[in-house]
């Protein structure tokens, strides 16, 4: 194995993710940033796609492996350095780990990635207030049914009283609704879970502003 | 167990993937529709909001279990019926699967997803002709990096020559591009891919036509 470098970006909450499952891990890695938004976006610079050919971030580099999509790399680290597991093997747990997870990376995140707000505010002509219901009505779909469900599954985190993939999920998407001002207070579970978890040191040295390339630019 | 019942509608691409892996693995289900238009979507009744608070398809009850998220059903039909695996065991094969699973299921289809294509008209009353090129837009982002990928990974199908996650992930999002004429002629291997899998019978029978529900509506 060679050194581990994670290709991101501050405030991508895909990234996010990885620096979070990594911190909980204890594996040390190196940051090269992607500035998603200066040149038009590095991510979609050639040098770039050579790593990633969908054009977005995060990819690990971890010695010959290069990997791309958050959740096959957590499940991937998860699988290499089983020490903290992040999804549980009890059956149950697991499967419900992985829906939770879902709930948030599949119904919610994919609506609201910069990608998706450009491509409203440019091809589209949307205004800014039409972009900004866009992402608040996304979150509310997604968290109202979380919240549901976390009133059965939580205990001082998403799923009992263990890290999950869930909460390595819920924290970057709670970071990126507070960026849009989502009022947040229908959701007193998600807030909780939220807050302990970001007492965590593996949570707080994965923290979009205390990462090097924190306020780059937006 | 008791029974196995998939809450399901014929085109939702979701459940597609779904069906698709019960027949690999051989296992009985009866189906029912969720239709997703009639009465303003069945999916928003109390009633199926019980199953699935984030009022989607589908949801597989199997025994005392209800499942929704179809990756994560899958991943749970893999591991209760592990007999036609379609994630690989190889460690390297498993991430490849996961990623360009993903590559679909996170980066493709939730974009191009009916509440999606409900909220640009409605709320934003985009043009039926700027919903089409928003569609056509994320297919071809997608597929682009998919068919580049592909070309590394493939065989008779996605990854190599056994049907993986990969496959049940990809004929749906075809069919689905097909209903809305986007020219997928500038990916040879994703049309021949595809080509293959649906001669395969479990394909055959999943298929949107030849679903109990077909032309109840779009």
């Known amino acids: 194995m060679g050194e581990r470098v994670l290709y991101g970006y501050w405030r991508s909450s895909a990234a996010y993710r990885v620096r979070i499952a990594l911190n909980l891990k204890g594996l040390s890695y190196q940051q090269r940033s992607i500035h998603l938004i200066k040149n038009g976006g590095e991510q979609h610079s050639a040098e770039f796609q050579q790593l990633n050919p969908n054009q977005l971030v995060p990819v ?14 957590i499940d991937y680290l998860d699988e290499t ?3 903290q597991l992040l999804t549980p093997q009890d059956p149950q747990r697991r499967y419900l780990v992985k829906a939770l997870a879902q709930d948030i990376a599949i119904d919610v995140h994919p609506l609201n990635n910069l990608r998706v707000l450009q491509y409203l505010s440019g091809q589209l002509n949307v205004s800014d207030e039409d972009k900004n219901q866009w992402y608040h009505h996304w979150i509310h779909q997604g968290f109202s049914a979380l919240e549901t469900r976390l009133a059965a599954s939580s205990g001082q985190y998403c799923v009992g009283d263990e890290v999950t993939l869930v909460d390595v999920c819920l924290v970057p998407q709670v970071y990126n609704a507070n960026r849009f001002n989502v009022d947040l207070s229908g959701y007193p579970i998600i807030e909780r879970v939220t807050m302990s978890l970001n007492d965590l040191d593996a949570f707080k040295r994965a923290a979009p502003e205390v990462q090097p390339d924190a306020n780059a630019g937006s």
């Open 60 to 73: 690990l580099v971890d010695g010959d492996w290069v990997l791309n999509q958050s959740l096959a790399i």
């Open 81 to 83: 350095y089983p020490d």
